[in-house]
């Protein structure tokens, strides 16, 4: 379960259609009864009461309370204690009809098979249940403000050092299909760029001690939210931000260099043919851009459209110290 959707999946060696019978049929048939949820609330509540504690996820979720205001994206994926505790198995079932229906689901196989066998088996699956039409589900979000909820968020926990997550908060929301994906490409030219191993402003951090190898980045963009994070253990979070800060506003007035922009590019490009190789990472890929309006083949032909110009522009219009916040594990004094 992401902040969009849920997945459920299987690999397997041999027996694919008994295997796809047993998917299909228990996400389309739930039982709940009032014994089995206990069971899992009590599950649950240890498994949220453990996080709590966890210094990575803790860091990771406090970055995004300080970046959003309203938006659900800034809340716990599992909820919080007392909202476990709420759920019956009315609620349940419930979510069960308004969301497992086939017009807000998609199914992917890879690998040796018949697509039409599959597409066969699978249609035969969903007539039995003989689903009514049903209009597009109304997701009723809270206005979220363009401005981040607060620009610092510090916890002190069990930790040898601290662990730093500066995020950038995207301005535009509501962006789909190709426009999202190539916002999402250009963001991973930028980061490659600037933060990348091979950048100065890595080299310069590194030997001054203030990363090391496990000092990382990502974007998350959603049609709804989006957001930028980097992040790593470090001696000094306060130098650390300082220092990123100034590499990357230095960055947006002087811009990236064509030659840098090319390189970074083709090893994107890289990069997604490499996965082609990876049958369980296309199937995430493939569902993650489906709800987004992006298709499987479509980064390679957006990735060859991209000017070093847009870039620019990424660099320029996102990664905005007004919209940086900062979350530091520290250690416990």
Avoid at 267 to 278: A, E, F, P, Y
Avoid at 287 to 312: H, W
Wanted: charged share 25%; glycine share 6%.
């Amino acid at each position: 379960t992401t902040y969009t959707h849920t997945v459920y999946h299987f690999t397997t060696a041999a027996h694919f259609p008994a295997c796809l019978d047993l998917l299909l049929e228990f996400v389309q048939e739930p039982y709940f009864t009032p014994e089995s949820v206990a069971r899992e609330q009590g599950i649950i509540e240890q498994e949220i009461r453990m996080y709590m504690d966890d210094p990575g996820w803790r860091s990771s979720a406090n970055l995004m309370e300080a970046l959003f205001v309203r938006h659900p994206v800034r809340l716990d994926i599992a909820g919080t204690v007392e909202s476990i505790r709420r759920i019956d198995p009315d609620l349940l079932y419930l979510c069960h009809r308004v969301f497992y229906h086939p017009s807000n689901m998609v199914l992917f196989v890879a690998g040796d098979l018949d697509p039409q066998a599959v597409v066969e088996r699978a249609r035969a699956a969903f007539a039995r249940r003989r689903y009514p039409p049903r209009g597009p589900i109304q997701r009723c979000l809270p206005e979220e403000p363009q401005a981040i909820a607060e620009r610092r968020r510090v916890q002190e926990l069990v930790v040898s050092q601290p662990i730093f997550r500066l995020g950038f908060k995207e301005k535009r929301v509501g962006v789909t299909g190709r426009p999202l994906l190539e916002r999402d490409l250009l963001t991973a030219i930028v980061l490659d760029v600037l933060v990348g191993k091979g950048s100065p402003l890595y080299t310069q951090l590194y030997e001054s001690g203030l990363i090391d190898q496990r000092f990382g980045f990502g974007h998350e963009p959603g049609v709804t939210f989006g957001y930028t994070y980097l992040t790593g253990p470090t001696p000094d979070p306060a130098a650390l931000e300082a220092r990123l800060l100034e590499g990357l506003d230095r960055a947006r007035e002087e811009g990236i260099a064509p030659e840098d922009f090319e390189r970074a590019r083709r090893k994107l490009v890289g990069r997604i043919l490499n996965l082609m190789n990876d049958l369980e990472g296309l199937s995430y890929l493939f569902i993650d851009g489906f709800f987004k309006g992006i298709g499987l083949f479509d980064e390679i032909p957006a990735l060859q459209s991209l000017t070093v110009e847009a870039a620019n522009e990424r660099l320029r219009e996102h990664f905005d110290a007004a919209m940086a916040a900062t979350s530091v594990i520290a250690p416990r004094s």
